[in-house]
């Protein structure tokens, strides 16, 4: 996930600094609570879905790509195009520097092999599902025979600066497609109320397609109400980029569920994070996993991103469930930071991992005594194997100090279910709400500033008086979210996108502004490349 093609070596002066991110911002919702939920409303009702391995999709009716899976060769798009139905994605498709890809809501796009949507540096993604009408990027296998990779992913490629030599990369996983640059408004365009179901591959180590892949994203990107679920990698990775995002799932992922990379400086509000003791990589899985670079070293912009009201559930349930973690479940951390990462995380929980707080390096552990690297106001609970861990010479015992002062409002329980959270680790009815009672509720802080340059109160959040991603009463996953995707039953393909080849110079790019909707099948990798705007 670490490794970069670079292909330019210049100087890049751009006009941002750390200094601008702050907690303190219009942002960050200022709730009370800790976690993503309030205990009332559950923001994944409607368009989330728990069971995709099951659900019933419609077969396609359109191909979109060429089956090729190649820069050169797959399709690309090179002006305006919509959407709409079942869509077979076959190939790598690019929407190109000069166009736009409208999703029409309650588009149904299904993946054959490696086939991956690729939105070029200057392209533009217009993907905005409803509650009850998400456009859902899927497996093309039939219900119950769906699993973990089935086909690539979604990546997206902006002009906002990173951290890498010269200011650029190129995409990971063959896709190809550079990214980086000096403007931190980059648009990438939207994606709401969008699922991605059953991505991410491998195709040697250290080179892997995600379930949804930032590259220099910037923040006048809007990303809103995303799941991803059963990814063959990370949920999520940003490479560098300021693009913030609110209501994020990442479910039974194999590898890291939110990795940030390069210099990402974005915000992050609202997030779930739940696990499945039988699913994991040959690597060890993580929460979060955090890099200022790959080499560890100094360079700027560092990655500093802010997280807020995260609920994640790691594998086990209990102390004796499962029995025994799988290996790399039980050598995975709720957040493991290392490599001179300056990552912040707030008013969030996280219960039942193999290992707890892992702050791996002498540069990171250092920025975390001056609380540039901090985590605040945030429960660590079950924990199966070390609660805290780090490789610099202070020591576990001076990360678990750290992590208790009472200036930082965190604290530890043994047991998960003091955290009275109603069914978080039922694999066949998940329930993130807090129950009265709950200790996350006026568990919150959005003021203090340690480090008066980067702080939580800031306008991007919303500052809730809970810990954690749900109030108790309002669940934001409700209509929109899949839980299980596996069964869930997808109309075919009627229209297919890409030319089922899978390199940036073979795959589909589109160049001009275009709409999708009805049922799609994604073949190859598509590139939507710079927007006629």
Same mark, same amino acid.
């Given at each position: 996930?670490?490794?970069?093609?670079?292909?330019?070596?210049?100087?890049?002066?751009?006009?941002?600094?750390?200094?601008?991110?702050?907690?303190?911002?219009?942002?960050?919702?200022?709730?009370?609570?800790?976690?993503?939920?309030?205990?009332?409303?559950?923001?994944?009702?409607?368009?989330?879905?728990?069971?995709?391995?099951?659900?019933?999709?419609?077969?396609?009716?359109?191909?979109?790509?060429?089956?090729?899976?190649?820069?050169?060769?797959?399709?690309?798009?090179?002006?305006?195009?919509?959407?709409?139905?079942?869509?077979?994605?076959?190939?790598?498709?690019?929407?190109?520097?000069?166009?736009?890809?409208?999703?029409?809501?309650?588009?149904?796009?299904?993946?054959?092999?490696?086939?991956?949507?690729?939105?070029?540096?200057?392209?533009?993604?217009?993907?905005?599902? *409803?509650?009850?009408?998400?456009?859902?990027?899927?497996?093309?296998?039939?219900?119950?025979?769906?699993?973990?990779?089935?086909?690539?992913?979604?990546?997206?490629?902006?002009?906002?600066?990173?951290?890498?030599?010269?200011?650029?990369?190129?995409?990971?996983?063959?896709?190809?497609?550079?990214?980086?640059?000096?403007?931190?408004?980059?648009?990438?365009?939207?994606?709401?109320?969008?699922?991605?179901?059953?991505?991410?591959?491998?195709?040697?180590?250290?080179?892997?397609?995600?379930?949804?892949?930032?590259?220099?994203?910037?923040?006048?990107?809007?990303?809103?109400?995303?799941?991803?679920?059963?990814?063959?990698?990370?949920?999520?990775?940003?490479?560098?980029?300021?693009?913030?995002?609110?209501?994020?799932?990442?479910?039974?992922?194999?590898?890291?569920?939110?990795?940030?990379?390069?210099?990402?400086?974005?915000?992050?509000?609202?997030?779930?994070?739940?696990?499945?003791?039988?699913?994991?990589?040959?690597?060890?899985?993580?929460?979060?996993?955090?890099?200022?670079?790959?080499?560890?070293?100094?360079?700027?912009?560092?990655?500093?991103?802010?997280?807020?009201?995260?609920?994640?559930?790691?594998?086990?349930?209990?102390?004796?469930?499962?029995?025994?973690?799988?290996?790399?479940?039980?050598?995975?951390?709720?957040?493991?930071?290392?490599?001179?990462?300056?990552?912040?995380?707030?008013?969030?929980?996280?219960?039942?991992?193999?290992?707890?707080?892992?702050?791996?390096?002498?540069?990171?552990?250092?920025?975390?005594?001056?609380?540039?690297?901090?985590?605040?106001?945030?429960?660590?609970?079950?924990?199966?194997?070390?609660?805290?861990?780090?490789?610099?010479?202070?020591?576990?015992?001076?990360?678990?100090?750290?992590?208790?002062?009472?200036?930082?409002?965190?604290? *530890?329980?043994?047991?998960?279910?003091?955290?009275?959270?109603?069914?978080?680790?039922?694999?066949?009815?998940?329930?993130?709400?807090?129950?009265?009672?709950?200790?996350?509720?006026?568990?919150?802080?959005?003021?203090?500033?340690?480090?008066?340059?980067?702080?939580?109160?800031?306008?991007?959040?919303?500052?809730?008086?809970?810990?954690?991603?749900?109030?108790?009463?309002?669940?934001?996953?409700?209509?929109?979210?899949?839980?299980?995707?596996?069964?869930?039953?997808?109309?075919?393909?009627?229209? *297919?996108?890409?030319?089922?080849?899978?390199?940036?110079?073979?795959?589909?790019?589109?160049?001009?502004?275009?709409?999708?909707?009805?049922?799609?099948?994604?073949?190859?990798?598509?590139?939507?490349?710079?927007?006629?705007?």
């Amino acid at each position: 996930m670490k490794r970069h093609l670079l292909v330019l070596l210049i100087l890049v002066g751009f006009a941002l600094s750390n200094n601008a991110q702050t907690i303190n911002d219009p942002f960050f919702t200022p709730v009370s609570y800790i976690g993503a939920f309030d205990g009332t409303n559950d923001w994944t009702s409607g368009w989330t879905e728990w069971d995709p391995v099951n659900k019933v999709y419609p077969a396609p009716t359109v191909t979109k790509g060429n089956g090729l899976f190649s820069r050169a060769t797959g399709t690309h798009i090179t002006s305006n195009e919509t959407w709409s139905g079942t869509i077979l994605l076959d190939g790598w498709i690019y929407v190109d520097d000069g166009a736009e890809l409208t999703i029409d809501p309650g588009t149904i796009i299904r993946g054959t092999n490696k086939s991956a949507l690729v939105i070029e540096r200057g392209g533009k993604i217009k993907a905005i599902g *409803t509650v009850d009408n998400p456009i859902v990027f899927t497996s093309n296998q039939g219900e119950g025979l769906r699993a973990n990779s089935d086909w690539g992913g979604i990546v997206l490629c902006g002009k906002a600066p990173n951290n890498l030599t010269g200011g650029e990369g190129i995409a990971e996983g063959g896709i190809e497609s550079p990214y980086g640059g000096t403007d931190i408004n980059d648009n990438s365009g939207v994606m709401k109320y969008v699922r991605i179901e059953f991505p991410g591959y491998e195709i040697a180590t250290g080179k892997e397609v995600n379930g949804l892949t930032f590259c220099s994203v910037g923040r006048n990107t809007q990303i809103d109400y995303v799941q991803v679920s059963h990814s063959g990698d990370d949920g999520y990775e940003w490479f560098g980029g300021t693009v913030n995002a609110k209501h994020l799932i990442s479910y039974k992922t194999e590898d890291d569920d939110f990795d940030t990379d390069n210099g990402f400086i974005g915000r992050v509000q609202f997030g779930v994070i739940a696990r499945d003791s039988s699913i994991v990589d040959t690597d060890a899985a993580n929460g979060f996993e955090s890099d200022n670079n790959e080499a560890g070293t100094n360079i700027m912009p560092k990655t500093h991103a802010i997280f807020s009201n995260i609920s994640a559930f790691g594998p086990a349930a209990t102390a004796s469930e499962p029995t025994v973690l799988r290996t790399r479940h039980a050598e995975g951390s709720a957040m493991r930071i290392r490599r001179n990462s300056r990552l912040q995380i707030y008013n969030s929980i996280f219960a039942g991992f193999g290992r707890g707080l892992r702050i791996e390096s002498e540069g990171s552990y250092t920025a975390a005594t001056i609380d540039s690297l901090t985590v605040q106001n945030t429960f660590i609970a079950g924990i199966r194997g070390s609660w805290f861990q780090t490789d610099a010479a202070a020591g576990a015992d001076a990360v678990r100090d750290w992590f208790l002062n009472a200036e930082r409002n965190n604290d *530890t329980l043994t047991q998960n279910s003091a955290l009275k959270i109603t069914a978080p680790f039922n694999y066949s009815a998940r329930n993130f709400q807090p129950m009265a009672g709950s200790p996350v509720f006026n568990a919150s802080s959005w003021y203090r500033q340690p480090d008066a340059s980067h702080t939580i109160n800031n306008d991007f959040f919303t500052k809730v008086t809970y810990s954690g991603a749900f109030d108790g009463t309002n669940n934001w996953t409700t209509g929109w979210a899949e839980w299980d995707p596996q069964n869930k039953v997808y109309p075919d393909g009627t229209t *297919t996108k890409g030319n089922g080849l899978f390199s940036r110079s073979t795959g589909t790019h589109i160049a001009a502004d275009e709409t999708w909707s009805g049922n799609i099948l994604l073949d190859g990798w598509v590139y939507v490349t710079t927007a006629l705007h």
